[in-house]
């Protein structure tokens, strides 16, 4: 490499790469998720507090709730996801996600949200 050329920058890992240094827009989010229902209640069930993966599909109306969640995560948004151990019908172990909305982003969407008049 010559004094020229520089190193190239180290990447984050995981899906906070993406959205690094990047400052949530809350008003075009909040837009966004006015106009989507999905989204609506997702994002609703999101702000009152951490949700399992298997109460978000029943509130999306969908069974595919993670998708859902990828797609409020490509809008800016920073969810994270826990796992939470249990056993299935046949007593194997398996594992279910909850998901949780940041602080900063519960609080910035709720005032977002409240100046679309969105409860």
């Known amino acids: 490499m010559t004094q020229t050329q520089k190193s190239p920058a180290p990447v984050a890992a995981g899906c906070e ?6 400052r949530p827009d809350y008003s075009t989010i909040a837009r966004r998720i006015k ?11 999101m702000l009152s507090g951490p949700v399992d993966r298997p109460d978000l599909d029943q509130i999306v ?5 993670p998708e859902y969640v990828r797609l409020l995560r490509e809008l800016g948004l ?12 046949d007593t194997m172990r398996t594992w279910y996600g909850r998901y949780h909305l940041s602080k900063a982003d519960r609080d910035g969407l709720r005032h977002a949200l409240a100046m679309l008049g969105v409860k």
């Open 78 to 89: 920073t969810i994270d996801m826990e796992r939470i151990n249990c056993r299935d019908r």
């Open 17 to 22: 790469a993406q959205y690094q240094n990047k």
């Open 35 to 45: 106009a989507n229902n999905r989204y609506s209640r997702a994002t609703a069930a």
């Open 61 to 65: 109306g969908t069974t595919n709730a």
